[in-house]
């Protein structure tokens, strides 16, 4: 497993291979499993992310509370706007569907984490829907999503709890932006640049939910998550580059995470959750779940 | 997984799972203290679900985690959740929990946190601090400090054909019981956690799953 991505890219360049056939050759050392065994599980973790946007996108899913849910469908079907009928707009629905899912505890794959589980399979299934590319272009795509993420879990942090949204749904921007790059035949140095891209933006996000419940505003920070990530691999597939290196991108959010007030680390305490209006939503709905009692 | 949260649903469910092993099957008594995040929005997340849900047996991804608490009725598995105060800030991960669980005539308790992305760390059982994380299959053991007490352990390992990934040996004082931890590539077989209990100097042991990633 790697710990940093500067020196992944230098492995796979010095190989002359993508950063995904790097991370899956590490891995299948590191379990002691051959490659294809890896894809197979990979390839089964993508059924499940398809499995979760139909789903989500059916727009059948109330939460437990009933905060969220049904907006899915509103993006697939509903009134157009100016991105209709772009992959921008379906890539939306995409990480609203899924998260949908989670929040009424459907079965979703964490990447890297549940409350995170949107971007990653919006991105990458909404670019392989919209240019056609193969599964097997994606199972190569979650590997390098892989490599990120475990750079992302050495070097800070993949919890809310310690470090706020940034390392959720920020990470998920990460990995799907060096993923969607790699995807759509960015190279390994072009990974990077958009994994720093797209983190830089998602820096000091904080993680406010409603009531402590996985549902608002988590299920949006998605959609805008796979924003922040689409905007990244355009630009780095334009050839643009971002100064501060992917790695000491990554140890900022750890930083920032670390400093970060304890309200505002999946405590409820703070952000949107301490709103007047997030308090008297949170209070109305809790009481609901347990009047629903057993589900 | 089963939404909606990697650490306070998947997590949850690991510690509820590694507990377990403790007691060698679902317990029928549980106690479950929940500190920080966990006690703080544990509810809305479905941990107290997900704990119960791992002390039955049923894997993060099992869609029954929904229904546990009421399954666990009709198993007879009495369970008590409390919200408490585990540590400070500074040492305590926001996101842990102490499982007592009780079967038979065996009882036994343990510490854990989920630290995210549904990994997880156990770092006391029954009182002794340890250094255990789900992604191996893992013998935990008190021994008396003889000489020789590891050889004769990685003998027995090796004689069941497993590789060791890490292992770890800590004590209070010289001459005082021995904590060690093992880390395994393979899970083990029975007769190999046999033939470690059967030596004279080890005071007891447990065999914990590897749980997940």
């Known amino acids: 497993m790697y710990r940093s991505i500067r020196e992944a890219i230098r492995d796979a360049e010095a190989k002359h291979i993508p950063l995904s056939q790097l991370a899956l050759e590490v891995e299948s050392k590191d379990q002691g499993r051959p490659v294809a065994e890896i894809r197979a599980a990979l390839k089964r973790a993508l059924d499940v992310m398809r499995g979760a946007i139909e789903q989500g996108l059916t727009g059948q899913h109330k939460s437990a509370s009933g905060l969220v849910g049904g907006d899915a469908a509103k993006l697939h079907r509903g009134p157009a706007g100016p991105l209709s009928g772009t992959p921008f707009r379906d890539v939306l629905a995409r990480a609203l569907a ?54 992302v879990a050495e070097r800070a942090s993949l919890s809310g709890a310690e470090g706020g949204c940034q390392a959720e749904t920020g990470a998920a921007a990460g990995m799907a932006a060096g993923a969607g790059t790699e995807l759509m035949g960015g190279t390994p140095a072009q990974v990077g640049h958009a994994v720093a891209l797209a983190q830089q933006g998602t820096l000091g996000l904080v993680c406010d939910p409603l009531g402590g419940l996985v549902e608002l505003p988590c299920v949006f920070r998605n959609a805008t998550g796979a924003a922040i990530a689409l905007a990244a691999i355009e630009m780095a597939l334009a050839g643009i580059t971002f100064a501060i290196p992917a790695d000491e991108v990554i140890d900022t959010m750890g930083e920032i995470g670390r400093e970060m007030d304890v309200r505002c680390r999946e405590t409820a305490g703070g952000g949107l959750a301490a709103t007047p209006t997030g308090r008297r939503l949170a209070r109305e709905r809790l009481v609901q779940i347990k009047k629903g009692g057993e589900g | ?155 027995i390992i090796a004689d069941d054909g497993l590789n060791i990934a890490t292992l770890r040996l800590t004590r209070k004082e010289r001459g005082g019981d021995a904590f060690i931890v093992i880390e395994l590539d393979e899970a083990p077989n029975d007769k190999a956690l046999a033939d470690i209990r059967a030596l004279s100097w080890v005071r007891w042991s447990f065999a914990l799953d590897k749980v997940g990633a």
């Open chain 1, 98 to 151: 899924v998260q949908e899912v989670n929040a009424a505890m459907g079965v979703i794959v964490a990447a890297p984490t549940a409350g995170g589980a949107g971007v990653l399979p919006a991105v990458l299934t909404g670019l392989a829907q919209a240019k056609r590319l193969s599964d097997e272009r994606l199972v190569d795509a979650l590997a390098t999503a892989g490599l990120i993420g475990a750079v």
């Open chain 2, 1 to 155: 997984m089963v939404g909606p949260s990697s650490s306070h649903t998947a997590g949850a469910c690991r510690l509820g799972l590694l507990a377990r092993c403790l007691v060698g099957g679902t317990p029928q008594r549980a106690r479950v203290e929940l500190h920080g995040s966990f006690a703080r929005t544990g509810e809305g997340h479905g941990t107290d679900k997900a704990i119960v849900a791992g002390l039955m047996g049923f894997r993060p991804d099992d869609e029954r985690i929904r229904d546990a608490l009421g399954i666990a009725e009709r198993e007879s598995l009495a369970y008590v959740f409390e919200k408490t105060t585990l540590g400070n800030d500074e040492t305590t991960h926001p996101n842990s929990v102490r499982i007592t669980v009780e079967r038979a005539d065996r009882k036994h308790a343990m510490l854990g946190s989920s630290l995210g992305a549904g990994r997880v760390f156990v770092s006391e059982i029954d009182g002794f601090p340890v250094e255990v994380h789900g992604g191996y299959h893992t013998i935990v053991l008190v021994a008396e400090d003889v000489k020789g007490s590891i050889a004769r352990i990685a003998g």
